[in-house]
């Protein structure tokens, strides 16, 4: 059964860093485009990045730009995002999405594609 399990969340300061990880099992993550959504408590699903299967480009949310840097490693079968200079907005749920195409649009819950991990929470607080 194609799976994705994320990893790597946890609580740090603002200012902070972390690294997510995204494991990919039952399918080869080169074969979709891979992307980061975000949930904050009471707010939207918010697209974070993406990063094509075509041809590696990355594509990241405006809010995110010089923050954070998606990855993958085919060897491993698995997708990164490193994410810098927290801030307590970046405080949610972060899922792994295989899925085709980069778009990261906002949608209805009920409208969003692919194959999405269960998520691993942030929390950047004092």
């Known amino acids: 059964q194609l799976q994705l399990v994320e990893s790597g969340g946890g609580s740090v300061q603002p200012g902070g860093s972390l690294r997510l990880s995204c494991a990919a099992s039952?399918?080869?993550?080169?074969?979709?485009?891979m992307k980061w959504f975000r949930q904050a408590p009471g707010k939207e699903r918010e697209g974070v990045s993406c990063?094509?299967?075509?041809?590696?480009?990355?594509y990241y949310a405006e809010s995110m730009k010089g923050r954070v840097t998606i990855s993958r490693d085919s060897a491993e079968n698995t997708m990164y995002l490193q994410l810098n200079s927290l801030k307590p907005e970046d405080t949610g749920v972060y899922y792994c999405?295989?899925?085709?195409?980069?778009?990261?649009?906002?949608?209805?819950?009920?409208?969003?594609?692919?194959?999405w991990g269960k998520g691993t929470l942030v929390t950047v607080s004092l």
């Open positions: 039952e399918f080869i993550l080169d074969h979709y485009d």
């Open positions: 999405v295989a899925d085709v195409g980069c778009s990261l649009e906002t949608r209805h819950d009920d409208q969003y594609t692919g194959y």
């Open positions: 990063i094509s299967s075509s041809n590696g480009m990355t």
